[in-house]
Every structure is written in C-alpha cells, then in structure tokens.
C-alpha cells in the first residue's frame, strides 16, 4: 500500500515546490520508490525543479482523461532510480481534476510498487489544492517563518483535518511541519518569528528548518533537487527533514546565526 | 410543519427596587440616581417592593412616580397584603415564594427532556473552522487558532490557548460565560454583547480568564480564576 503525502502551505511562494522535489528526491534516495506529482495544474513547475521539462509528452490530466497510460505520462529520473515524475498539464485547468479520476491515478501508481506518492498541492485553497488534500495520509506543511504564511497553513491543517477522506471517515491526517527560508540571524534581530513561535501557533510536529540559501535558487535554476546539493545548507536540511519523516532523530541544523569570521564579513556572506 | 404555541419556562433577571417605609420620597430618589447615571434606568424593568407597612395610597402615588419617570414597572413583590393593590393598579404579582415555584417548574422541564451534555471538541481548532454548540456548553481540549469561530448557545470552555472567536450565549442567554486557560482572543462575545481583544484589560491577556455579562451596565466582566 502506498503512502500518500501531500505537501502544501496555503500560501504561495513559500517553497512548496521545492520542498516537494526535495522530499520526493530524498525518499528516494532512502530506497524507497517514489513518484512526484504536480497538481498545480495550469502553472506546472515541478517539472523544471525537477529538470525534466524537456522530457514531458504526457502529463497528469492526459492520464486522468484516458488519452494517454500512465507509463506513458510517467517520467523516470535520470540521477535516481527510484524516483518518477508525474507532470502537471500547462494547458488545462484544475477543473480536469476529478475525485474519481485522481483516486484512480493513485491506486494505479500504488499497484506499479511506488511506496510514497509525493503530492506537489498548488496555493490556494481551491480545487487543485483540495484535491492534493483529499487523499492524503500525511501531509507536510512548508511555512515561512512570517504571520501570513503562518496563519494560512492554520487555515489550511483545517481544511485537512475536515475535508481530507482520511478525516471524513474519522481518521486523521499525520501533520509534519517544515519552516522554509528561515535566517536566524534575522530571527535574533526580531524581524522574523522563531521556529518556537511558529509551532507554538500551529501545533504541529517540526520535521525541519529550511534556511535561506542562494543554493535553493540555484538548484531550481539548474533543475537539480536541492537536496542533491550535498555541499549546501539547505541541502543538509532537507536530509535531515527527510530523515525525520522517516522516523530518525537528528539534531536542528542552521538554526543558530553562523558566527561570521573577519575575512568573511569584509567579504560578504556566504551561500 | 406545523408550529404550535408552546408554554416554557424561563429565568429573567429583574431589578428589584426595595422601598423602606422611612426613606425619603420616591420620585425624589429616581430623579436623582438618573442624573448620577442616566443610562442606568433606561430600557430596564423592575419590580418594586414596598415595605409591609406601605399603605396602597402610596402605593399606587408611587407608580404613577415611576410612570412619569418612564421606568418600566413590571410588578409588585413584597408581603402578600399588596397583591390586591398590584390587581387594582393592572399590575402583575411577583410572590417571594416565586423561587420555589420556578424551581418545580424547571425540574419538569429537565424531566421531560434528554439532558444534553456539552459539546467536546478536540483541539487545534483551525483558521477558518467554525464550531457551534446548539442548546449546549461547548468544551474545547486544547487550543483554538487565530481566525477559527466557536459558539454555544451555553458556556465555552477552552482549556488551551484561545487565540479565535469565542461567543457563548448565542441565543440570548444572558447567563453564558466564557472559561479559558490561556485567554488571547480575536474577540469575545456573550449573548450578542461583544468586545476586540484591543479592548481587553492588559494584564488578563495569555491569563486563565473567566468572562461574564453584566446586565446592568451590558458590559462583559473578565475575571482571574484561581
């Protein structure tokens, strides 16, 4: 049986895509086999993160109105075996997705062996956004450490905890949250929440802290998964949130400001 | 459907006005208190209650006082030699046995009626949800987010933090209070009297905070407990 985990936020611009093909990549990279969808149908992103915006012939709605088979639509990774991409249309709009139709899509991947299915939620709370939701075992919330963010991810642990099948047959959804573009040092100075503040707010399990890294912008320019980027910040993070998810204890990184040497500061930052 | 009349009883809480036999006149006294508090007196109703030895003229000179003064006389209370006097003014008579019969009377209704226990909700209460407790107390275990609405028609009680909407006493029910552990909320609402957290005092905020209605003034009362 394959397990369903749907990562959102509510908001958009938080890291949602990112934290989805890292995620998805770093599942994978533990031995299990994983497929990426995007839902965010109309406005596919995934696909470049993932550096197969090339490779696309078929997609996710072609498959859920039959003009295509799923291992047609399926896009296998060139760096990790055990990783698929499932791509989002850039045509059609989120009212191709039906309940019916996306439910079938998951049985069917869960019966080609994938253990995890990644889903990439669009922001909002609409269609495409409820439809990641619905058939979700966990769930990851990306939040960015700013009220805004914070409060739509509350909105959006409701919609889970109401709207999701898991909860309308009295079951719950697991909640893991991940902090996204996180600086300490702009948390020590009061401009930005903690990450106490923030699961104080939202109540739910911290799986990870995401800080802000050149390397996350550059890992989406070069369509690498930054959790790839063995020699970066967020890369590591993203290991360490994985590996959490998994069930592994391991300490908060890059939660503390970096303590800048003299050359460094006359020189400007770092990654 | 087919809606019927139905016969239920309820409490209502009415101003006693307590008339000693030696105090000075009446009206006098009215008209003062009015100018001390002139929203004190309007739109109430009370009930007066002479002493025994009160004859029905003064009685009755007394009403007419009250009458001027457009405060709302419901009735007379008092020792039962007066209730002829509240017949022949066309007033009605409250008994000082009154509790007694109330109390017969609401026992009945519990009796006929499945009690109805509160509602229980596990928290967190999320952005966006709401709750009502219809006829019933509301329990929330755990906290209620910013931006979440919860209602009962009776009492609310969080025990967490409540940082949302909390309204108890929906329908009117003027006795509804609000118990909270840790008090920090959007805004606060008891029987349609409702007040922003800009206006709540200072030093109750992330408190263990009990709040009331006082239907005198209709101001809420927010109290420490324990």
Known sequence: MATVVTVTSGKGGVGKTTSSAAIAA???????????????????????????????VFDFVSVISGEATLNQALIQDKRLENLSILAASQTKDKDALTEAGV??????????????????SPAGIERGATMALHFADHAVIVTNPEVSSVRDSD?????????????????KVHEHLLITRYDPVRVENGEMLSKEDVCDILA???????????????????????????????????????ARFLGEDRPMQFVIPRKQGLLSRILGGGD | MVKVPRIRANRYSLMTLE?????????????????KAPLLMDEIAIVLKPAPEHQPEEIRSAVEALDRLDIGLMGLTGSSQHRVVAHDLGLAWLSSNHGWIESQLSHETVASQS??????????????????????????IGQVSQGAEIMADGHVHVYGRCRGRVAAGVGGQVSAE?????????????????????QIP??????????????TSQKLTFGLMG
């Open chain 2, 115 to 140: 009690l109805e226990t509160a509602l229980i909700m596990e928290g967190p209460i999320r952005s966006g949800v709401q709750i009502y407790a219809k006829d019933r107390d509301l329990i929330v």
């Open chain 1, 26 to 56: 770093g599942l994978a990279q533990a031995g299990h086999r994983t497929v990426v969808i995007d839902f965010d149908v109309g406005l596919r992103n995934l696909d470049l993160i993932m550096g197969v915006e090339r490779r696309v």
């Open chain 1, 103 to 120: 439910g079938q899509i998951l049985d069917e991947l869960a019966e080609l062996g994938f253990e995890y299915i990644v889903c990439d």
């Open chain 2, 19 to 35: 008339w000693p036999r030696e105090s000075e006149p009446l009206a006098h006294w009215l008209k003062a208190q009015r100018e």
């Open chain 2, 202 to 215: 200072e030093e109750l905020w992330s408190a263990r905070v009990r709040v009331g209605l006082d239907e």
């Open chain 1, 204 to 242: 739910v399990k911290l799986i990870g802290v995401i800080p802000e890294s050149k390397a996350v912008l550059r890992a989406s320019n070069t369509g690498v998964p930054v959790i790839l980027d063995k020699d970066s910040d967020a890369g590591l993070a993203y290991s360490d949130s994985v």
């Open chain 2, 178 to 198: 609000i118990f909270c552990l840790t008090f920090e909320p959007e805004l606060v609402s008891l029987a349609g009297t409702y007040c922003g957290s800009d």
């Open chain 1, 155 to 171: 909105r959006i642990l409701g919609i889970l905890q109401s709207k999701s099948k898991r909860a309308k047959e009295g079951g």
